[in-house]
């Protein structure tokens, strides 16, 4: 699976339910063995590789990243400008 696919299964599960938790995705990416698509971090986290997380941000412009939760969902009126709430 190449970034640009595996952005594109992210886009598909998150047209699904209109929300995506990133230990979900990456936790799935993860297990197809390659660091380009989901790593550990210094502290130990499941995160989504870099690539594809420009790519899946470049398909979703009105998608929003609740960074206390970590889960991107669809972008309210009230919410700040930005990606991260």
Same mark, same amino acid.
Do not use: I
């Given at each position: 699976m190449t970034p640009d696919? @595996?952005? *594109?299964?992210?886009?598909?599960?998150?047209? @699904?339910?209109? +929300?995506?938790?990133? /230990?979900e995705a990456a936790t799935h990416l993860l297990h197809l063995h390659d660091e380009t698509l989901a790593y550990y971090d210094s502290s130990g986290n499941v995160c989504v590789g870099k690539k594809v997380l420009a790519t899946f941000n470049k398909l979703t412009p009105e998608v929003v990243y *609740? #960074? @206390? /939760?970590? +889960?991107?969902r669809d #972008?309210? $009126?009230? /919410?700040? $400008?930005?990606r991260q709430q």
């Amino acid at each position: 699976m190449t970034p640009d696919q @595996a952005a *594109e299964w992210m886009l598909e599960q998150f047209e @699904a339910k209109r +929300f995506l938790y990133q /230990d979900e995705a990456a936790t799935h990416l993860l297990h197809l063995h390659d660091e380009t698509l989901a790593y550990y971090d210094s502290s130990g986290n499941v995160c989504v590789g870099k690539k594809v997380l420009a790519t899946f941000n470049k398909l979703t412009p009105e998608v929003v990243y *609740e #960074r @206390a /939760d970590k +889960f991107w969902r669809d #972008r309210l $009126p009230s /919410d700040q $400008p930005g990606r991260q709430q």
